[in-house]
Each structure stands twice: as structure tokens, then as C-alpha cells.
């Protein structure tokens, strides 16, 4: 079995978890490893075993054995890293949120059509099997008709440079929020009437914490709260005229529990023992490397785009702006 050489563009906290998930696959082997620092990136590859220690980004790209790029810096350096990748024809596997606006996913994207390389946004709960459990079961009726969903998504990071600083795309909604969005299109689709949403602002000007209410043309009500100052309870609950679906934890799904009419508990889906539960964006974009697709269906660009504009909409209603908006 062929093993993929993976390169990775960044060292901080996300690269380190993705590290970790090539390390514990079969699949892959970590290779390459790039930062702006040659020190960082040599500190990082002893550390996680890689082949490979580039002091620039140019270096990683122009290197022939490399087989797929993780990009793992913040999202304001997304459009640019991935716009590098693609113009020397590598595979990118770009870390959520896909870009800082909905103008630069559009550009990268029709850059990766036009250049024909494969890339595809890492959010990961779109990759998982829970994921695509949830949206079965709702196919299915097992709640009969849906009509509520609720999601919250809440960590304490709110002094984290990359949180803090817009020109870092910084705020709540492009890191975490991004996961209640993407849960509730999951879930309820994308055929949307009206949003409604209040925001809280930092001190410097990004979204500290929201509530995003949507409404959909079927008479679906999702409803949406994400914090960068408070640890929540990341639970999903979807409400259905028979019966309940709870989900443990939006962020990295581990149980689903279905409640009849009667409350009680009618069936429980554990997720899968996982690496990291990044594995799985990675399988998927081997897959899509190895049938020469552009992009995942996992993850399509036009809902990578949708969601972007989507965004955009929320921050030009709040008055958080970027300095590429």
C-alpha cells in the first residue's frame, strides 16, 4: 500500500494534532514540515518524526515527494498558502475556516479548477462517521419530521492572538462558530429564508460571542451560540414532531441519542475509537487524490463558498471587519 507523504504548513497547536493523526495511520507518514522559522520547523519535526524541516513555505511546495499540504496557519494566511500550493500543483487539505472571506475561497477555488489539483476545506466533523450517521437517521424519521435545532459551541480562548486580532480573521464565528453553522447545514440543508443574529464584540473589534437564529423555507428553526469566553456543554439537540436526537459534543460528535415521544431512549450510536478524529478528513482527501477529484463530497466547494458568504453576511451585520474585506 502506497503511504502519502504528508507536508504540513504551519507548527502551532493544529499542526501538532494533525501530526499526531498521520503518525497513527497506516496510510500516511509524515514528511515534511514548513514554518517561517527553521528552528521551529526542525523543533517540530524531531518532535513528530518527520522526514523533512523547511524554514520557508516555498521549499515545502517545491518539493516533488510531497503528496498532499495540510495548511495550519491562522485563517488570515489560508488564501495565500493555499494559493502557493496550488500553483505548484499540490493536493491541499486547507484548515477551516477555508479562507477570511468569501472573495478569496471563490479566487482559490477557481484557481484549483483551473490548475486541476485537489483541494477541500479540513472541517472535520464533516468527515465523520457520526457525521453522516446523523444525517441518515434524519433521512430515515426516526425523530419523524424535524422542525429544531439547537447547537452551542463554547471554549475559554478568548486572550489567544488569533482570536483576538482582526487581522488575524480573528473573533469567534471563523473558529467555533464555523461548527454550528456546519452542523446546522448537516443537518437541515441550505434552502434558507431569513437570519437573524446578535453579537457581542471584543475589546478589539471581532466577534466575542453571537446568537444566529435560521429559518428555512420548510419551516426549519435553527438555532446557534457560539463563546470565546465560556465553556459550553457543545451539545446539538434536532426536534421532530416524533420524538429527539441529542448529539454529544458538535465539535467532534462521540453519541447520538434518539428519545421517543415518550421521552424515553430508544436507540444510542457511539462514534468509533479514532486516532484523533482528524483521520478522517485525511482518508478523504486520499480519496479524492487517488480518483482525481477536485473536491470531496464530503465537503463540496459550493458549500465551502456558501458558508464563507454566509459568514461574510453575519460580520457586515455585527461591523466586524477584516483587513481583505
Not at 441550505?190 to 435560521?214: H, M, P, R, W, Y
Not at 470565546?228 to 456543554?233: E, R, S, W
Request: hydrophobic share 35%; net charge negative; aromatic share 10%.
Amino acid at each position: 500500500m502506497k503511504k502519502y507523504k504528508i507536508g504540513i504548513i504551519g507548527c502551532g497547536h493544529i499542526a501538532e494534532k494533525m501530526a499526531a493523526t498521520i503518525n497513527g495511520m497506516d496510510e500516511t507518514e509524515c514528511y515534511a514540515v514548513a514554518s517561517r522559522s527553521i528552528d521551529k520547523a526542525q523543533k517540530f519535526a524531531s518532535k513528530w518524526n518527520f522526514s523533512k524541516a523547511y524554514g520557508s513555505y516555498e521549499e515545502l511546495v517545491y518539493d516533488n515527494q510531497v503528496d498532499l499540504i495540510y495548511i495550519a496557519t491562522p485563517h488570515s494566511h489560508h488564501y495565500e498558502h493555499a494559493r502557493l500550493c496550488i500553483m505548484n500543483g499540490k493536493p491541499v487539505l486547507c484548515e477551516k475556516s477555508f479562507t477570511a472571506n468569501v472573495r478569496q475561497a471563490e479566487e482559490l477555488i477557481n484557481l484549483a479548477e483551473e490548475k486541476n489539483v485537489f483541494i477541500t476545506e479540513a472541517i472535520w466533523t464533516r468527515y465523520m462517521p457520526l457525521s453522516v450517521k446523523m444525517v441518515e437517521l434524519l433521512n430515515e424519521g426516526v425523530i419523524g419530521k424535524p422542525y429544531t435545532l439547537s447547537a452551542n459551541l463554547g471554549y475559554v480562548i478568548a486572550d489567544k492572538e488569533r482570536i483576538a486580532r482582526p487581522e488575524l480573521a480573528g473573533g469567534a464565528l471563523l473558529d467555533i462558530g464555523v461548527y454550528t453553522l456546519n452542523f446546522a447545514a448537516m443537518a437541515f440543508g441550505n434552502d434558507i429564508k431569513e437570519t437573524q443574529s446578535a453579537c457581542q464584540l471584543t475589546d478589539t473589534g471581532v466577534d466575542g460571542q453571537e446568537n444566529i437564529t435560521i429559518f428555512y423555507n420548510d419551516g426549519k428553526m435553527a438555532s446557534l451560540q457560539s463563546s470565546v469566553y465560556a465553556q459550553t456543554d457543545r451539545m446539538g439537540v434536532i426536534s421532530g414532531d416524533k420524538g429527539f436526537m441529542v448529539i454529544e459534543n458538535i465539535n467532534n460528535p462521540e453519541c447520538i441519542k434518539i428519545f421517543g415521544e415518550d421521552y424515553k431512549l430508544k436507540a444510542e450510536y457511539k462514534a468509533p475509537e479514532q486516532i484523533t478524529g482528524f483521520e478522517y478528513q485525511v482518508r478523504a482527501s486520499i480519496e479524492g487524490i487517488e480518483n482525481g477529484w477536485k473536491e470531496s463530497p464530503y465537503m463540496p466547494h459550493k458549500e465551502t463558498i456558501r458558508i464563507m458568504r454566509q459568514m461574510d453576511e453575519l460580520r457586515k451585520n455585527w461591523g466586524v471587519k477584516y483587513p481583505w474585506d
